[in-house]
């Protein structure tokens, strides 16, 4: 198989991720604690009152330890980052792609990496008692892991990689 030259800004991403400091998930079924989750994302994330729209929580379930027991507050949540509304951007050229000034691209792979870089700077604060008590409200609120990141082609690109319906005959 041969990796396809895929549209960034037209595919999604999904991944798992385990959040730490919620307050509000005492039930994860609850619309309120899908909400917390999606929120903390874009926070974290940074995204303006538009951006935040392109964040689904896909599922939400209780985090448990080695032992099996629920951890409070800890949740793990499976996310979808949709592609950006290139309409509402007008026209820009060279949209999506890393600025002159070295920011990450606003495409659903770029912010997945921007929160694996978070979740990153969040383990290395981990590392010292004294570190970790100095930036308590931080770990209060951190990602503990981020996982099982899956890219989704956009429409444009399955078309490409769809065999035609008369092809199908031919090959079987």
Do not use: W, Y
């Not at 960034?8 to 999904?14: D, V």
């Not at 032992?67 to 050229?93: C, F, Q, W, Y």
Request: hydrophobic share 35%; with cysteine.
């Amino acid at each position: 198989k041969t990796v396809g030259n895929i549209d960034l800004n037209q595919a999604s991403t999904s991944f798992t991720v385990t959040l730490n400091g919620l307050i509000n998930c005492s039930d994860v079924s609850s619309d309120v604690c899908t909400n917390e989750v999606k929120n903390k994302i874009a926070s974290l994330l940074v995204l303006s009152t538009d951006d935040q729209s392109r964040i689904e929580v896909v599922d939400v379930s209780d985090a448990v330890d080695n032992l099996g027991e629920i951890i409070n507050g800890t949740v793990t949540a499976r996310i979808k980052i949709l592609p950006s509304d290139t309409s509402t951007h007008g026209r820009m050229l060279r949209h999506g792609e890393t600025s002159s000034d070295g920011s990450i691209s606003d495409h659903s792979v770029g912010l997945f990496r921007k929160l694996q870089a978070i979740a990153v700077a969040g383990e290395q604060n981990h590392g010292r008692k004294l570190d970790s008590i100095a930036v308590a409200p931080e770990i209060a609120n951190a990602i503990i892991s981020i996982r099982d990141m899956k890219i989704l082609p956009g429409d444009s690109d399955m078309k490409l990689v769809t065999t035609d319906s008369e092809l199908k005959e031919e090959e079987e």
